[in-house]
């Protein structure tokens, strides 16, 4: 078990509520940076506490601006390892370019996997992540990696709604292993859904297995972008005269027309964690979030 006085916790810019509450959890203040752009765009990183020796921890989550946050997160990994640090572990609650860990066509970038080895270049020994894409991504590590994973804190959450008649709605085969996980800890069937993407931010759901009309429905997916799944599978629901629909999912992307669509679409509630930070503009009444800095700062506690 680690000893909150031993270690230092550094965030980036990227999700600094989160870092503080994990600060928090743990007792400890953030380590002091500096962390600022040069008017050319440029990242500049300054660390202001003597590390050498210790076991330094770095958050950042790799959300929207991606690149900018991916570069801030390797050069504060890079100007610590020049401190001469114990052990530097990154914690990545959302890994960027998560979905880049297959190429589909000749030409593409494994993108998943040259993040990994930056993230090793720059002097990286363990990274701390949460809810990767489909678990291929595994094999691109090539130091030690710990994954988080956000279900039992939504269930929890779930649970308290005290639902009847209710089943979950898996939006895609891709996601149906973590549907396969809620449905076995709440005892309740999966509702397939067979979506198509015409183009990358519109949805159309092929076919749905399994009886939802006049049940409350939970669609879980391990992420929202452009709310076009979403959105895609809600239409047929209310087609199919399901009654009150839920979403739950870990990281809450929301890009381009997500937000409009989320406050249009007939949905009661969406679950979502706070591994990307929600600017104001984002936070709609619908959206509730969850937060995984417990489940973080007990994975600091207990890292070796
Ligand atoms: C797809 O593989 C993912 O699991 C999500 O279903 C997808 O990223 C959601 O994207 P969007 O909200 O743009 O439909």
């Given at each position: 078990m680690n000893n909150s006085k031993n270690i230092y916790l550094f965030s980036g810019n990227s999700n600094k509520p989160l870092a503080r509450k994990v600060a928090r959890l743990l007792d400890i203040k953030l380590g002091k940076s500096i962390i600022k752009k040069f008017s050319d765009g440029e990242t500049y990183v300054q660390i202001?506490?003597?590390?050498?020796n210790k076991k330094v921890y770095v958050m950042q989550s790799g959300s929207n601006p991606s690149n900018d946050n991916l570069m801030e997160m390797l050069i504060m990994v890079h100007a610590l390892k020049a401190m001469e640090p114990k052990k530097i572990i990154a914690i990545i609650p959302f890994f960027p370019y998560?979905?880049?860990?297959?190429?589909?066509?000749?030409?593409?970038?494994?993108t998943f996997e040259l993040v990994a080895d930056l993230l090793k270049e720059a002097g990286v020994d363990k990274a701390i992540v949460l809810?990767?894409?489909?678990?291929?991504?595994?094999?691109?590590?090539?130091f030690q990696r710990k994954e988080l994973l956000a279900y039992p804190v939504i269930i929890s959450r779930l649970l308290k709604?005290?639902?009847?008649?209710f089943v979950i709605v898996a939006p895609d085969k891709g996601s149906m292993p973590e549907c396969k996980k809620y449905s076995a800890e709440l005892g309740v069937p999966i509702v397939k859904a067979y979506k198509h993407r015409k183009v990358h931010d519109k949805v159309i759901i092929k076919k749905m297995v399994g009886e939802v009309k006049g049940k409350d429905v939970i669609i879980i997916d391990d992420e929202i972008n452009t709310a076009g799944t979403l959105v895609g599978v809600v239409n047929e629901l209310k087609k199919k005269k399901a009654r009150n629909i839920y979403f739950a999912c870990t990281?809450?992307?929301?890009?381009?027309p997500a937000i409009d669509r989320l406050k249009k679409a007939k949905l009661r509630e969406v679950l979502v964690t706070d591994s990307i930070y929600l600017p104001p503009k984002k936070q709609l009444p619908k959206i509730k979030v969850i937060s995984v800095a417990p489940l973080i700062a007990e994975a600091i506690r207990h890292d070796r």
């Open positions: 202001n506490e003597d590390v050498k998560r979905r880049m860990e297959k190429t589909v066509e000749a030409g593409e970038s494994l809810d990767l894409h489909k678990h291929r991504s595994k094999r691109f590590f090539k709604k005290k639902l009847d008649n990281h809450a992307v929301l890009s381009g």
